[in-house]
């Protein structure tokens, strides 16, 4: 079965922001005592600067930072089906994987040099630059499955 480029995005991007989600709780857990904190921080979009030192899980904090940061995850899984669908539909698992690396990393610089501060994620408050490697790693691991998960059937181009 051919899917859309959004089709592609759709699932890629849900397996980075479940796979980033993970890893951001195990950082988040080990830096701070709670799995939620970075995740809460993200919903700053929402709930302004308080959203940063929030700890505990709530519908509040918790479920809107899990939403943008999914929809965050989709953006950029967008960009690397669109821009590197060529390469993803070879089915090289390294060029998968490279290809992942690659737009996770432009989404690292974009996310904390050309984004005014106001706009950032907003976990970068919560975790060290370390930890912010671990999360940056896990959008690229998340999106390689997700885009391999989804050409398992279909023949390399």
Sequence with gaps: MKY???QRA???????????????????KKETGSPYAAT???????????ASFRDRF????????????????????LVFERVMGGVLDQK???AVLASAAATSAFAAFTDHKLT????????????SNK???VVYTSIAV?????????RRNQPPK
Excluded at 116 to 127: D, E, S
Excluded at 142 to 150: E, P, V
């Design 4 to 6: 859309t480029v959004i």
């Design 10 to 28: 759709l699932v890629s991007g849900a397996a980075s922001s479940i796979v980033s989600t993970v890893a951001m709780a195990l950082v988040a």
């Design 40 to 50: 809460n921080a993200v919903s700053h979009y929402v709930h302004g600067r308080k």
């Design 58 to 77: 709530s519908l509040r904090y918790t479920v809107p930072g899990l939403l943008i940061h999914h929809a965050s995850a989709t953006v950029w899984a």
């Design 92 to 94: 090289n698992p390294s």
């Design 116 to 127: 005014p501060r106001p706009l950032q994620p907003g976990y970068q408050k919560r975790l």
């Design 131 to 133: 930890s912010l490697g």
């Design 142 to 150: 998340g999106m390689a499955l997700g885009s391999m998960f989804l």
